[in-house]
């Protein structure tokens, strides 16, 4: 079954709709792109988030998407400001 996030994942890819990812990149730091899902691709390494950006985005680092937080991530508050 999937999960909530899983689900608007795919919805959003379906729908082609432009999406808002919080994720931590390869350093550690936390990111926000908006943009289109392009692929969800598997692989040995895991499951990876393609985007129309360029971002290739592994799930396990992806934190929420349309403020819809990942299983792994729920404890995280948005910690950005509007400063």
Do not use: W
């Given at each position: 079954?999937?999960?909530?996030?899983?689900?608007?994942?795919?919805?959003?890819?379906?729908?082609?709709?432009?999406?808002?990812?919080?994720?931590?990149?390869?350093?550690?730091?936390?990111?926000?792109?908006?943009?289109?899902?392009?692929?969800?691709?598997?692989?040995?390494?895991?499951?990876?988030?393609?985007?129309?950006?360029?971002?290739?985005?592994?799930?396990?680092?992806?934190?929420?998407?349309?403020?819809?937080?990942?299983?792994?991530?729920?404890?995280?508050?948005?910690?950005?400001c509007d400063c």
């Amino acid at each position: 079954m999937l999960t909530l996030f899983e689900t608007k994942l795919h919805e959003n890819f379906i729908n082609k709709k432009y999406s808002r990812f919080t994720y931590f990149n390869e350093f550690r730091e936390f990111t926000v792109v908006e943009a289109i899902i392009k692929q969800i691709e598997s692989s040995e390494s895991g499951v990876n988030i393609i985007l129309s950006s360029g971002d290739i985005i592994p799930i396990d680092k992806a934190i929420s998407l349309d403020g819809q937080y990942a299983e792994n991530y729920k404890h995280i508050e948005d910690f950005t400001c509007d400063c």
